[in-house]
T-cell receptor, first 117, second 111 residues
Framework: AQKVTQAQTEISVVEKEDVTLDCVYE???????LFWYKQPPSGELVFLIR??????QNEISGRYSWNFQKSTSSFNFTITASQVVDSAVYFCALSDLSTSGTYKYIFGTGTRLKVLA | DGGITQSPKYLFRKEGQNVTLSCEQNLNHDAMYWYRQDPGQGLRLIYY???????QKGDIAEGYSVSREKKESFPLTVTSAQKNPTAFYLCASKGGSPGYTFGSGTRLTVV
């Protein structure tokens, strides 16, 4: 069965600290996609990154970086030099060909990040 | 700009009342989805539609109904059969690529 686990419910850091959000997934498919979304207090889900199962290259985008490791079924997200504006709930999601034959998202329960000034 | 519009942003429902949440997209996406978000539970799929005039139940469809008469529109009705409807509802659409585009959500409260 498909599953996404974000074990960290809430993390608090002081501004300028680095922080890593963990995501572990389960799927039987060989082709799948992994995503990270940010949900600020306004509620809308903001897309951050997408990775497919055949691309294990890590990625850096400004202060954000992602570490995808198929061997451990993990897709962790690091924010370097955190800022107060990074405060939000972050969701990891998996999309694979479910038993219905269509790609659907499975979301983790989210990690609430609080960056303190 | 293309996107998804959900309305209203806030909605209050009395006990035993049906309410309808609107979701409109101008992205020309075939697939549309409704998710429910409760604190600490992430997002759960209510209904989805891959094409006009067709839709399927998600993981928590009981107490909800949908229609897909137009490609652009996928309204969700929360019926009186839904015993605990207070939640944040998110609509999404998907085109050719695997990612979703989300609306800004509707917060429903039972009063």
């Amino acid at each position: 069965a498909q599953k996404v686990t974000q074990a960290q419910t809430e993390i608090s850091v002081v501004e300028k600290e680095d922080v890593t959000l963990d995501c572990v997934y389960e799927t039987r498919d060989t082709t799948y996609y992994l995503f990270w979304y940010k949900q600020p207090p306004s509620g809308e889900l903001v897309f951050l990154i997408r990775r497919n199962s055949f691309d294990e290259q890590n990625e850096i985008s400004g202060r954000y970086s992602w570490n995808f490791q198929k061997s451990t079924s993990s897709f962790n997200f690091t924010i370097t030099a955190s800022q107060v504006v990074d405060s939000a709930v972050y969701f990891c999601a998996l999309s694979d060909l479910s038993t219905s034959g269509t790609y659907k998202y499975i979301f983790g329960t989210g990690t609430r990040l609080k960056v303190l000034a | 700009d293309g996107g998804i519009t959900q309305s209203p942003k806030y909605l209050f429902r009395k006990e035993g009342q049906n309410v309808t949440l609107s979701c409109e997209q101008n992205l020309n996406h075939d697939a549309m989805y409704w998710y429910r978000q409760d604190p600490g539970q992430g997002l759960r799929l209510i209904y989805y539609s891959q094409i006009v005039n067709d839709f399927q139940k998600g993981d928590i469809a009981e107490g909800y109904s949908v229609s897909r008469e137009k490609k652009e529109s996928f309204p969700l009705t929360v019926t009186s059969a839904q015993k605990n409807p207070t939640a944040f509802y998110l609509c999404a659409s998907k085109g050719g690529s695997p990612g979703y585009t989300f609306g800004s959500g509707t917060r429903l409260t039972v009063v």
